[in-house]
């Protein structure tokens, strides 16, 4: 059983800055991807930002230059340090986990946090 635990999420004014964390426990083997997606009110849930094993990372266009995404491999642990938000930042964020239980397992799949709720208001 794998579990995604995420804390961080709250109000803002829009500048501010937040950061979310997320850590995964359970039955891990190893952890291929880490994410952070998010969901507006009446939109598709969306790539933030992925750190791979290999240390590469990538953003989505809106979010360059204002959010980063780190991770602690021995902690299982992603962050997203996010400054400058605006108010379209606004909605729920979640942590993605694409992931194998064991050495016996021939796929990784994916697993998802509850989500975070983020409100920046101007």
């Known amino acids: 059983q794998v579990q995604l635990v995420e804390s961080g999420g709250g109000s803002v004014l829009a500048g501010g800055s937040l950061r979310l964390s997320c850590a995964a426990s359970?039955?891990?083997?190893?952890?291929?991807?880490m994410a952070w997606y998010r969901q507006a009110p009446g939109k598709q849930r969306e790539l933030v930002a992925a750190?791979?094993?290999?240390?590469?990372?990538n953003y989505a266009d809106s979010v360059k230059g204002r959010f980063t995404i780190s991770r602690d491999n021995a902690k299982n642990t992603v962050y997203l340090q996010m400054n400058s938000l605006k108010p379209e930042d606004t909605a729920v964020y979640y942590c993605?986990?694409?992931?194998?239980?064991?050495?016996?397992?021939?796929?990784?799949?994916?697993?998802w946090g509850q989500g975070t709720q983020v409100t920046v208001s101007s």
């Open positions: 750190a791979h094993t290999g240390g590469s990372t």
């Open positions: 359970g039955s891990i083997f190893s952890i291929n991807i």
């Open positions: 993605n986990a694409y992931l194998r239980e064991s050495a016996r397992a021939p796929y990784a799949y994916d697993y």
